[in-house]
Every structure is written in C-alpha cells, then in structure tokens.
C-alpha cells in the first residue's frame, strides 16, 4: 500500500481549515446576564417582575433599616441623600448589574456560611456595598468618598444597538476577600452561574532589570556570582519598584562606571528589557463574558486543565468583566475563632478599648493581620494605635515613602505634637497629624478650594500618573478655582505642593479602614482567646507556603499566653490540632511526610500497642508505608511502650520493611526470647533450621537483606552519637518545634556561657552574649558604603536574632567553617549586641550531621 505524504504548503492549509474566523468587535465590557431567583425578592418584599434597578434599591432600603437611624435627624437625612446620590450614579453609568453581581457572590458565601472579609479597595467607600452587606464598613462615619470608588466623569460607557458597553479600564472595581479554605466554592458558583462564561486570567512576567544585569554578567562577562550580587545591589528601589536600567545607569556612578567597563553585558541587558520570562496564572482574578468565553477571547488550558485566557489581565478587561475573588487566611481564622466561642465577627466592638492596650507595647504579633508584617508591626510599636483611626494610619505609614511619615505621626499621637502645613487645611490634615497621609484628604483638599469630589478624585488621578499634559490644565485650574473663590493665591499653592509630593505615598483610606478593621478583630480575639486562637492559626498553617516555619513562629508566642503545644500521639493526637484541657495537641496531620491521603489508613492504625512488632504489623496491616511510620516514629507520636531510641527503632522499622511475611512470623515466635531486639533475631535466625533441616533464611537471602539494610544502619550509627541532638532534630524538622530539650540544653555541655534569645533581647546594648540557634535564612551583600557584609537570621525555640559579620571576619567564618553557614545549619555564635542584631566575633557551624531518610545520606555521598 502506498503512503501519501502532504506538502509543509497542504499540512498548513489542512491544519488552518479546522479553524473558523474570530470575530471581535470590541465596543467594551458588556455586563454577563444573570437571574436573580425570585425567592430573593420575595424576601425583599418586591414583586417577581421587578427590574433590577428596583431589586437594588430594596436591597438597600433592607439594608438602611437595620442601621436604625432616627427619622428626620440630621444623620439620617446624610444617609438618605448619600444612598440615593449613589443609586442614581450606579443606574446612570450602567453598573447596576456590575454591583448585583457582586452582592451575588457575597449572598452566595453568607448562604454557605462561607467566611468574607470587611472589604477592600475603594469599594469600602460605597454606602450602596455597605448596605447590601458587600463591605463591613460604614463609609460615613469614617469620612470615605463614592467618588473614590466610582467617578461619574471618568466612567464612560456607549450605546451600540441598544447594547450597553462599559469602558473596561474606567469601570467600577470590587474585590471580595473570602475564606481560603472554601475559595473553590465560590469559583465552582460563578462558573455553574455562568456557564461557559468564565475563565482564569493569564499572567506574563517579564525581565527584571537586576536578574538580566546579574545573568548577563556572568553569562556573557563570565563575572563570579558575588561581584554580579554586588553589581545587581546598585540598581536602586524607589517606592518598592526597581529602577529601569537606564536610570540607575544615568543615577548611580558606581553602576555606569562598572557598564561603561562592561559595554557589551550592558547592551546585551538593555535589549533583552521587558520580553517575557514566562507566563502564569492570575491568583485572584477570574473574566467573565456576556458571550460564551470562547466568541470573545481565545482560551487555553492551564496545567490543571481548566480554561485560562490567552491575553493578560489589561487586555481581558477591554471586553469582559474581571472579578478578583482573593482567598484571605486571617479571614478563615476569624470565623473559626469566633464559630468556637460562640460569636459572630460583627459582635465585636471595634472600639473595645483592650485591642488598643494590646497595641501600646506588642511582643506577639503572630496572626494579627497586617501587623504581624515585620515594617507594620515596627510602626505600630513607635505609633501605638489608641483607636481605629489610628491603627489605619499604621497600615498606611508601613508602606515605601509613606515611612518618611512615620516620626511626625507617631509625634503626633504620642505627644500631640502637631505640625500644620496652611490653616485653611487644617481640619483636613490635624487628624493625621499634618501627613496627607490618604488620597482622601486631598480630594476634600480639592473639594474645599471649590472642586466637585468628582473633579477632586479626577485631579488627584491625575497628578499621581504624572500625565504631563493634563497637570498643566489642572495647575492652572487650580489658580482659577482659587482666585474665583477669593481664596488667598498660597492656599493654591500648598495644595498643589501636596497632590505633587504625596502622589508616592498616599494611600486608599477605604482600603486602609476595613484591613485595619480585621487587624483589630484578629488583635481582640488573640488576646481575649489566645488558645481558640492559636488553634485556628495552628489549623491554618498547612496552607501556608512553609507550615513547618509557621508551626515554629506560633510556639515561639505561645508560652507568653500560658499555653503548651502537645506532642504528637498516635491515641490522644486528632488529625488536626485540637484543644486538650488548658494546652493544645499537635494534629497528626501536620507531621510533616504525612498528607491528608494518609487519613484513613491512619485511623485504622490509631490504636494502643504493647511493642514495637505489633505496632510494625499494625501499620503494615494498615497499608501504612515505611515512610509514614518512621515519621510517627521521629515525631515521638509513638512512644508509649517503647523504652529504645527512636533512631533505633526506624532503623528496625526499616529492617521489618524488607522481610517477607513469613520471616516476619519467625521474628514474632522469637520476640520475647530476645527483648524484641530485631537485629539480634534476625542473627539467631540465620542460624536456625525449620524441622526438615533447611535454614529459616537461606545465605542468599540473608545477603540481600543485608545489602537492603545497611545504609539504614548507616543512618543509625550517624543518628545515635547524639540520641539528644537525633530527636531535637526530628522534632524540629518534622513538626517546627521542640517538646523534649533545647539547643541550649544540648550545647550547655560544650559551653557553659549559652543565652537564649528571648533572654538577650533583655541584655543592654553593646553586652557580650553567646548563643546558639539553627540558621533560617542568609544574605552576602554590601551596604551603602560599599562593605561587604554577612547577615543570618538565627533561631532558637524562644526567639529569632540576626547576626551580621563585616569585612575581613566574613574571611574568618569561611575558613574555620568550610564556607558560610547555610540554611539548616547549627550554630553558635558570640558577638556584641546592638539594638536589633549582633555584631559577630565568632559564627561556628557544629559539623554534627542528623538524617531522617535515606536520600540524606544520597545526597552527602553526592
């Protein structure tokens, strides 16, 4: 049979039939259709053919009810009018549907008691969200602005016919904060919602200026990694973002020297600016289409199969809606907290004068959202946050520029040292102590020179995109408005000064509101149910990226609070972590090695054994593997009845793996006989015959055996010459804390002179101190003078310190240590401290090595 071969000309033409024209005529957003089911309006009390105009306003007017305003006060006359300002906004612009949809989602998780966030973004500064139970936060009483959140002379839609388009990257914006746990739910309902309709976003991220001037250097210039780190760490950050190449060129004379030296690594970097490293998936945003998804953008698969938009997020939104949907941990914590004791989140009073004690001097910031951030939680000890106002301001000031702030502000609330800029402004900025802290004050700036907060919000957008053209215009209006309302011609020019200066660090008050409002529930519920807390957090940190790490930081926490975290146990241990009495108990779960697949085979395990064989047998009848069973057995999880190391007993667990079941019948008649020592059965065995004379195990098998077995043994003669140090390993790797002993204890025989960190942070600076710790993380770097320095953070089961080593000392610890110290490793270091590190003599890697598996040893040998 002849074989008929296509030309690359007809394979082209074969393969581009199976495609049909895609048509796009892209006249904006045109909001997806959805039907709201008519028991909700029936709740409502409307009538079942009622527009959606109509459905919105009884959600509102619901909602207005149940703020309990007195009708005809000044208060509820502000509301009134507010509501209805926004109503007619919304119905005006065509986000009608835009804002059902999100009170859909949000009606969605109140339904199935799916946990949400207060809100935020600018959409905190909607009474309309506010009322339909979108955000938790009241816009009026913390002086927020719908024109923030949507701008009647920004938004822009058209008519094409008689189909409203919305202008996608002028339209309104909501993200919803929902539980991580159940994030999947509220996907799983938009997509059966709309059907067909929906997709995940596509990422692109492309080359940073620092990683192509770092690879290039030692690709093309063949440069040692530590002078491309040097060279990299010249490239400046303003504001959090790395400068372009050019700039840093044009601004740094040590950079354009070591370019103007290495012309051609330079060149190379410059042309490779801006392509695309490689693609990913948006975390948060989903697009949603009016038409199925596949008429209005092209779609791929992602690496789970599902559908995942060819173009990025600022092209999806040209044509369809995007809606973020962000899984928020703190949010998952609050509700688990509040569901044990017996509250709902709204039941707490964020003015409770206790979250603000907490406040005043904090030492336990773990789990306390947005505080716990090392930069926040460094402004709040300087700020101490006597009110809600306050602690906003916090999360305000710990950001890139704002942080030049943070002196004046906390000047202001500590001694009420306040700083005016112009009288005429200063009721707007005496609140925040002088500091134009949020975008906020400058619209009502704006507003009181003569602005709509229309104009004030366009202005204010405007300066800070630095869109050179239009802040002309606006200069010059500025000097009109003020001149046609007889202000003084100085007022114009503070508040220009301002929007220019504070266009890089002020902040979204709307956003900064609702998250310091969660920060304040997270700080009320850890103080006044720090074990319920705990356990939520400790049930949570199988989600975070390092659960071990996060294990570690809540230990560290939790003896300030009086209570103590359980070893593992293979009968009192639940899967999860569980309150026992006034402590709580590890979960076994959270062993590290043992997945959530694991759960059945280990409750058919969970059971009292009287020895070792009966607890190998229990876990082989449970289809437990040996991996598992030696992480039970590390962990202490199985101690009852064992009186033996627990190196001791992986290293017979493993032995009990390679023997066939008949073997393991033999090693069970001679259990007793020889104190369930496997390793001397299995001798005795060698030499033992059955009742025709043959050899229990045959020299043959005996050496395949022993092959199997002796780099186990291997493990074990390393593991036993410290049984102490063996199990501390264990347990900190496996669980992220330490239950038996410490480091301190272990090293005290070494030297007598070994402080825990928790006890130095007390010493007085410039005392001599010596400690011992495992390292969590390093950096080689230079400083702004040019020195090189070596920086480890250090920690112990009290505490965590930085240690930091200078010029011809990074030498030293190199050559006593083999190297640097790396992540993992053991030291003990004696230095100086200062006011938040030491200054190291001496940073000594203990060459004591500890193995778990077997691919430990692999990876030495290597």
């Known amino acids: 049979m002849t074989k008929t071969f296509l030309t690359k000309d007809q394979m082209t033409k074969t393969f581009s039939k199976k495609f049909s024209k895609l048509n796009l005529p892209i006249h904006g957003v045109r909001l997806p259709s959805f039907k709201i089911l008519n028991k909700y309006k029936r709740d409502c009390k409307v009538s079942e053919d009622v527009n959606n105009y109509d459905f919105l306003r009884a959600l509102c007017r619901n909602g207005f009810y149940k703020l309990d305003l007195q009708k005809g006060s000044k208060e509820y006359e502000k509301y009134v009018d507010r509501v209805?300002?926004?109503?007619?906004?919304?119905?005006?612009?065509?986000?009608?549907?835009?804002?059902?949809?999100?009170?859909?989602?949000?009606?969605?998780?109140?339904?199935?008691?799916?946990?949400?966030?207060?809100?935020?973004?600018?959409?905190?500064?909607?009474?309309?969200?506010?009322?339909?139970?979108?955000?938790?936060?009241?816009?009026?009483?913390?002086?927020?602005?719908?024109?923030?959140?949507?701008?009647?002379?920004?938004?822009?839609?058209?008519?094409?016919?008689?189909?409203?388009?919305?202008?996608?990257?002028?339209?309104?914006?909501?993200?919803?904060?929902?539980?991580?746990?159940?994030?999947?739910?509220?996907?799983?309902?938009?997509?059966?919602?709309?059907?067909?309709?929906?997709?995940?976003?596509?990422?692109?991220?492309?080359?940073?200026?620092?990683?192509?001037?770092?690879?290039?250097?030692?690709?093309?210039?063949?440069?040692?990694?530590?002078?491309?780190?040097?060279?990299?760490?010249?490239?400046?950050?303003?504001?959090?973002?790395?400068?372009?190449?050019?700039?840093?060129?044009?601004?740094?004379?040590?950079?354009?020297?070591?370019?103007?030296?290495?012309?051609?690594?330079?060149?190379?970097?410059l042309k490779l600016r801006g392509l695309i490293k490689n693609k990913g998936v948006h975390p948060s945003a989903i697009s949603l289409s009016y038409d199925p998804m596949e008429d209005s953008c092209p779609t791929e698969l992602s690496s789970d199969k599902s559908s995942i938009s060819s173009f990025d997020m600022n092209w999806v939104s040209i044509f369809n809606v995007k809606l973020d949907i962000l899984g928020l941990r703190s949010a998952s914590v609050v509700y688990d907290v509040c569901k044990q004791i017996g509250i709902k989140p709204t039941d707490i009073n964020l003015d409770d004068p206790s979250i603000y004690q907490n406040l005043q001097d904090p030492k336990t910031p773990h789990g306390l959202f947005q505080i716990e951030a090392d930069t926040n939680f460094k402004v709040c000890k300087k700020v101490k946050p006597k009110n809600l106002e306050e602690l906003s301001a916090v999360l305000a000031l710990a950001r890139p520029g704002a942080l030049a702030f943070v002196d004046q502000y906390a000047d202001y609330t500590n001694n009420e040292v306040y700083e005016p800029i112009h009288p005429f402004f200063d009721d707007i900025l005496s609140s925040t102590g002088g500091v134009a802290l949020y975008q906020e004050q400058l619209m009502k700036m704006a507003n009181k020179v003569g602005f709509t907060l229309d104009e004030a919000e366009m202005l204010r957008r405007i300066v800070g995109k630095k869109k050179i053209s239009e802040v002309r215009k606006w200069k010059k209006k500025i000097k009109e408005k003020v001149k046609e309302n007889n202000l003084s011609e100085d007022v114009g020019d503070v508040l220009w000064s301002l929007l220019e200066d504070s266009a890089n660090y002020s902040f979204n008050k709307a956003h900064s509101i609702s998250y310091a409002a969660l920060a304040a529930i997270t700080t009320y519920l850890k103080f006044k149910y720090p074990k319920e807390f705990f356990l939520a957090l400790l049930k949570m940190s199988r989600n975070e990226p390092d659960p071990i790490d996060e294990i570690s930081k809540i230990h560290k926490e939790l003896r300030y609070f009086g209570v103590k975290l359980l070893p593992p146990h293979i009968i009192k241990s639940e899967m999860d972590f569980s309150i026992e009495n006034n402590n709580i108990r590890f979960g076994l779960l959270s062993i590290k090695g043992i997945s959530d697949k694991s759960i059945e085979k280990i409750s058919h395990f969970r059971k009292k054994y009287y020895s070792k064989f009966e607890v190998f047998q229990g876990s082989e009848e449970s289809k437990l593997g040996i991996g598992i069973l030696s992480a039970l057995i590390q962990a202490g999880a199985l101690e009852d009845g064992m009186s033996q190391?627990?190196?001791?007993?992986?290293?017979?667990?493993?032995?009990?793996?390679?023997?066939?079941?008949?073997?393991?019948?033999?090693?069970?008649?001679?259990?007793?006989?020889?104190?369930?020592?496997?390793i001397n059965i299995m001798k005795h065995l060698t030499k033992f015959k059955d009742e025709k004379g043959n050899p229990i195990i045959k020299a043959s098998r005996y050496e395949t055996i022993k092959k199997k077995y002796l780099p186990y043994l291997e493990i074990y003669k390393q593991n036993s010459k410290s049984e102490t140090l063996a199990n501390w390993y264990y347990e900190k790797t496996l669980l992220g804390y330490n239950y038996n002993?410490?480091?301190?204890?272990?090293?005290?025989?070494?030297?007598?002179?070994?402080?825990?960190?928790?006890?130095?942070?007390?010493?007085?600076?410039?005392?001599?101190?010596?400690?011992?710790?495992?390292?969590?993380?390093?950096?080689?770097?230079?400083?702004?003078?040019?020195?090189?320095?070596?920086?480890?953070?250090?920690?112990?089961?009290?505490?965590?310190?930085?240690?930091?080593?200078?010029?011809?000392?990074?030498?030293?610890?190199?050559?006593?240590?083999?190297?640097?110290?790396?992540?993992?490793?053991?030291?003990?270091?004696?230095?100086?401290?200062?006011?938040?590190?030491?200054?190291?003599?001496?940073?000594?890697?203990?060459?004591?090595?500890?193995?778990?598996?077997?691919?430990?040893?692999?990876?030495?040998?290597?």
């Open 84 to 269: 209805k300002y926004e109503l007619d906004i919304l119905k005006e612009l065509g986000f009608i549907d835009y804002i059902l949809l999100v009170w859909d989602v949000i009606n969605f998780c109140k339904e199935k008691d799916i946990p949400i966030g207060l809100g935020r973004g600018s959409a905190a500064g909607s009474l309309v969200l506010f009322l339909i139970g979108a955000t938790g936060i009241d816009p009026i009483k913390y002086d927020l602005y719908f024109e923030r959140f949507i701008s009647k002379t920004r938004a822009k839609k058209k008519v094409v016919k008689g189909i409203t388009y919305l202008d996608g990257s002028l339209m309104c914006d909501v993200d919803i904060d929902v539980c991580f746990h159940r994030r999947g739910e509220v996907l799983k309902h938009l997509e059966e919602l709309f059907e067909g309709r929906t997709s995940k976003i596509l990422t692109f991220n492309t080359l940073s200026g620092k990683l192509l001037i770092k690879e290039c250097g030692k690709i093309i210039g063949e440069k040692s990694e530590d002078e491309m780190n040097r060279v990299s760490s010249l490239i400046p950050k303003v504001f959090g973002q790395v400068k372009d190449l050019h700039e840093a060129y044009g601004e740094v004379d040590k950079f354009q020297e070591w370019c103007d030296e290495n012309e051609e690594v330079f060149n190379t970097a």
């Open 741 to 862: 002993t410490t480091l301190k204890n272990i090293y005290s025989k070494k030297r007598q002179d070994l402080s825990y960190i928790s006890e130095i942070d007390t010493y007085s600076t410039n005392m001599q101190v010596t400690f011992v710790g495992s390292v969590r993380d390093t950096y080689l770097g230079y400083s702004k003078n040019k020195n090189k320095y070596f920086k480890c953070e250090v920690a112990d089961e009290t505490g965590v310190m930085t240690a930091l080593i200078f010029k011809e000392k990074i030498e030293e610890c190199k050559n006593k240590n083999n190297g640097l110290p790396a992540k993992g490793n053991i030291v003990i270091v004696k230095g100086v401290k200062k006011e938040d590190a030491v200054f190291a003599n001496l940073i000594s890697v203990q060459d004591q090595k500890i193995y778990t598996k077997l691919s430990d040893l692999k990876n030495v040998d290597k």
């Open 645 to 678: 190391s627990r190196s001791k007993t992986v290293l017979e667990a493993q032995l009990w793996n390679v023997l066939t079941m008949k073997e393991k019948k033999h090693c069970m008649m001679f259990a007793k006989k020889f104190d369930f020592n496997l």
